[in-house]
Nanobody, 121 residues
Framework: QVQLVESGGGLVQAGGSLRLSCAAS????????MGWFRQAPGKEREFVAA????????YYADSVKGRFTISRDNAKNTVYLQMNSLKPEDTAVYYC??????????????WGQGTQVTVSS
């Protein structure tokens, strides 16, 4: 069982930056592929970024590529999402998720409660 707790959301002006953190419980954090997803009001949840267990491979949605960076610190059981050049369309609840294995696609096994990110124009 893995528990995930996100933090770092907030209100920022367009062009600004935020860094989200996701702290995981358990001693097997390094064995999980970690992902960030987001859901805007009235829209389906969408993939944002993922990082494979060792951190050697990362994947991004086209909409955030070049602006967002996912990273992880396995010693701290934490995954991060650095968000730069934020746009109003980035406004959403951001969720951290974990899954077993190396593939970043497919179902994720554990989810956090989400953190709100609001980008004003």
């Amino acid at each position: 069982q893995v528990q995930l707790v996100e933090s770092g959301g907030g209100l920022v002006q367009a062009g600004g930056s935020l860094r989200l953190s996701c702290a995981a419980s358990g001693r097997t954090f390094s064995s999980y592929t970690m992902g960030w997803f987001r859901q805007a009001p009235g829209k389906e949840r969408e993939f944002v970024a993922a990082i494979i267990r060792s951190g050697g491979y990362t994947y991004y949605a086209d909409s955030v590529k070049g602006r967002f960076t996912i990273s992880r610190d396995n010693a701290k059981n934490t995954v991060y999402l650095q968000m730069n050049s934020l746009k109003p369309e980035d406004t959403a609840v951001y969720y951290c998720a974990a899954k077993s294995g190396y593939a970043y696609v497919g179902s994720y096994d554990y989810w956090g409660q989400g953190t709100q990110v609001t980008v004003s124009s």
